[in-house]
Structure formats: C-alpha cells, structure tokens
C-alpha cells in the first residue's frame, strides 16, 4: 500500500476543502455499497480508496453536485410524510402554515 499525500490529491481537485468533502462522500458511497471502487480495493478502509481514486483522477469535485438515489429517497420520504402530519384542526402543517400567512378579511 502506498502513502497518499494530500499534495497528491490536490492536484485533481481545487482546495483541501473540497478534498474532504469529496473524499467524504466518496467514502459513504464505497462503505455503504451503493458504489463500487474504482481501484483495488487492497484490504484499505473506504476513506484510502476514495483518496485513492482521487489522486488518480477518477474521482472529481463532480460528485458534489450528483444527487445520490438515497438523497431523493429520503426527500420524497420527507416530502409524504409532512404531507400527512395532521393537526388537530385537521389541517396539514403546510396548510396551516399557509392559512398563518394569508392575509384575513375584515368584516366592518
């Protein structure tokens, strides 16, 4: 196993930053199973593969702005259950939230 510098890495992405937040999701997608490792896997830990792939350039800044499966799951989740958490009045909280902002009549 050879040693990865960040020096290494640094020349396929833009700052240390960005490195860590590549290598982190990199890391997540490897040690959950979603994706497979684009290099040997070498009996290493999922953040040396990520660094790994990253300091040959097979992994980019771009995998910031993909949007993971997982990610749209757990939106679309997020999303059905709000819309049926119901209050007490039996209104949803998007629409109690909106009947809050809208503007009442007054009746003189």
């Known amino acids: 196993m050879a040693r990865i510098t960040v020096e290494d890495c640094l020349e396929n992405?833009?700052?240390r930053f960005e490195l860590v937040m590549v290598s982190a999701k990199r890391a997540r997608q490897i040690s959950t199973g979603?994706?497979?490792?684009l290099v040997p896997w070498e009996n290493d830990k999922p953040t040396v593969v990520a660094l790994r792939e990253i300091e040959?350039?097979?992994?980019?800044?771009d995998i910031?702005?993909?949007?993971d499966q997982s990610d749209e799951e757990l939106f679309a989740m997020d999303m059905l259950e709000a819309s049926f958490d119901?209050?007490?009045d039996g209104q949803t909280e998007g629409e109690a939230e909106?009947?809050?902002k809208a503007p009442t009549e007054s009746k003189e």
Request: glycine residues 14%; without cysteine; negative net charge.
């Open 34 to 37: 979603g994706k497979e490792p």
């Open 98 to 100: 909106l009947a809050a």
């Open 56 to 61: 040959e350039g097979l992994i980019t800044a």
């Open 64 to 67: 910031l702005t993909e949007v």
């Open 86 to 88: 119901v209050g007490t």
């Open 13 to 15: 992405v833009d700052n």
